[in-house]
């Protein structure tokens, strides 16, 4: 028993030994790591790249989408929404009755409806459009010259909620696709474009509304609206639903079609989903 307390006393005492040689023994000290902070060229580059790319979405915003929606929504689009927007249009042919229509086109953008007026109106349309923004004008003329039944009557740079240069019950058709997302008083330009509608005309819209709030598109709509409405989009709102909007602005037949459309190069924006086509009747 004696062995054994002397043995254990001695592997104390050497443990301890190799203790306060270790502490004392500086290599054995870990290493700090060496931080390098970014000198003062590249903190104002971190910040001065996203403020340059901000300010310039914000200054030069209404030039750029008309690109975009020239050169990449509008080619995706007429892609996508070809079964749609021809299942939208047919009833303009009934409209017309054998002659010319009167069409009025608010947010009528780069023109590319004009493809279903020609299928539909064989005896062609005299068009007033209704555009807020300038920039979409030269893209918009670059379709009257491919589609020349489409007669230009009136071009107004203006917004739908004051549809005033135009007469009242003037119009047999107002077409508005993609425009009521970003419209500011969507009941007020609702009540314009009753105003003008002659009795029996009709109001043919495409629209991206909102999705179910509990869905996963529903709550990435609701987290990029601000930026997407703001700085990507031209004033487009996400969580809209245009279709009971229509419902409590008076018009009568308000017939109606949910749908989704899906690209891969679509994919960034697929919270834009669902879309709706609608038609209703003054």
């Not at 190799?18 to 060229?41: F, G, H, N, Q």
């Not at 690109?67 to 009833?91: I, S, W």
């Not at 008083?185 to 819209?205: M, N």
């Not at 008076?250 to 989903?273: C, E, K, M, W």
Request: aromatic share 10%; with cysteine; net charge neutral.
């Amino acid at each position: 028993m004696g062995q054994l307390l002397s043995t254990c006393k001695n592997e104390i005492v050497d443990v301890t030994s190799a203790m306060k040689e270790a502490v004392c023994d500086r290599s054995l000290v870990p290493i700090r790591a060496k931080v390098t902070l970014p000198d003062d060229r590249t903190i104002i580059l971190y910040v001065a790249v996203p403020v340059a790319l901000l300010a310039t979405v914000l200054l030069f915003g209404k030039r750029i989408f008309p690109v975009l929606m020239n050169y990449y929504f509008a080619p995706l689009y007429a892609k996508g929404f070809a079964a749609e927007k021809r299942e939208l249009f047919a009833p303009l042919a009934e409209l017309a009755e054998g002659g010319r229509l009167a069409v009025l086109e608010v947010g009528a953008g780069t023109g590319a409806n004009f493809p279903y007026y020609e299928e539909f109106l064989p005896n062609g349309c005299d068009l007033i459009v209704v555009e807020p923004n300038d920039h979409m004008r030269p893209y918009l003329e670059a379709q009257l010259v491919k589609h020349p039944k489409v007669n230009l009557t009136k071009y107004i740079t203006g917004f739908c909620e004051d549809l005033s240069l135009i007469d009242s019950n003037s119009l047999s058709a107002v077409v508005v696709t993609l425009v009521f997302c970003s419209t500011y008083d969507t009941p007020k330009a609702l009540r314009e474009i009753k105003r003008v509608l002659a009795p029996g005309g009709k109001l043919f819209t495409l629209e991206h509304v909102a999705s179910d709030f509990c869905s996963i598109t529903g709550i990435t709509q609701r987290l990029f609206r601000l930026p997407f409405k703001y700085i990507l989009a031209d004033g487009c709102d996400l969580t809209r639903d245009t279709v009971a909007t229509i419902k409590t602005a008076g018009f009568t037949d308000v017939q109606h079609r949910p749908f989704y459309y899906y690209s891969p190069l679509l994919a960034p924006f697929a919270f834009i989903n669902p879309f709706v086509i609608a038609t209703a009747t003054k």
